[in-house]
């Protein structure tokens, strides 16, 4: 079983939709949560963070932890062209350097 | 402000070739991370560098080499390239145990093609 698991879609949804887009993962050791945004050929970046169980709102984009069912999603409200990319899940246990990914859903939001 | 810095941004080899991917930032990031992405797979870790001096595998090593050269540069070498191991390199730095995002910086990547 991998220790990351998500939908690699592709999803697409019209603008204004909202997104949820969703990670499983299987080490209950893992504290540390991420979403990295990637454009097409170009590098991931760091959309937010969290940690431990819980939400985390930043603008239009809110993150969310339930480390009892090992579940991870992002939401996206009122969804832009601009959101179109591949959205990453990141872990990390918080006592080591290493980061596992996820395998990305690659969004497309339509005019 | 440059970041993570790759070199080079294309390449193409014949199988059996070999080739070092180059990687520095400028940041003072003590770990440094080589991934490989292909399609369907999402970003696998090759090997990393908790700190200067320090190298580890990660999930997928095999035909690969790592060099922690200094705290800012990294590089990864294939010594003979395999058709298998054609992908988008990309390279990533962290403050992993100073950040409490575990915010990871990355490269542009590298599109590497073996015929």
């Known amino acids: 079983q991998k220790e990351v698991e998500q939908d690699p879609g592709p999803l697409s949804v019209p603008e204004g939709a909202i997104v949820s887009l969703n990670c499983t993962y299987s080490?209950?050791?893992?504290?540390?949560f991420m979403w990295y945004r990637q454009y097409s050929r170009k590098g991931p970046e760091l959309l937010m963070y969290?940690?431990?169980?819980g939400n985390k709102e930043d603008g239009r984009f809110t993150a969310q932890v339930d480390k009892s069912s090992k579940y991870i999603s992002l939401f996206i409200r009122d969804s832009q062209p601009s959101d179109s990319a591949t959205y990453l899940c990141?872990?990390?246990?918080?006592?080591?350097?290493?980061?596992?990914f996820g395998t990305g859903t690659r969004l497309q939001v339509t005019l | 402000n440059a970041g993570v810095t790759q070199t080079p941004k294309f390449q193409v080899l014949k199988t059996g070739q070999s080739m070092t991917l180059q990687c520095a930032q400028d940041?003072?990031?003590?770990?440094m991370y080589w991934y490989r992405q292909d399609p369907g797979m999402g970003l696998r870790l090759i090997y990393y560098?908790?700190?200067?001096?320090?190298?580890d595998k990660g999930e997928v090593p095999n035909g690969y080499n790592v060099s922690r050269l200094n705290k800012r540069e990294f590089s990864l070498r294939l010594e003979s390239a395999a058709p298998s191991q054609t992908s988008v390199y990309f390279c990533?730095?962290?403050?992993?145990?100073?950040?409490?995002?575990?915010?990871?910086?990355f490269g542009q990547g590298t599109r590497l093609t073996v015929v």
């Open positions: 990533a730095s962290s403050e992993w145990n100073r950040d409490p995002g575990r915010k990871a910086f």
């Open positions: 080490n209950s050791a893992f504290q540390y």
């Open positions: 969290t940690y431990s169980s």
């Open positions: 990141a872990i990390n246990t918080g006592t080591a350097s290493k980061l596992t």
């Open positions: 940041m003072n990031h003590n770990s």
């Open positions: 560098s908790a700190s200067e001096g320090t190298t």
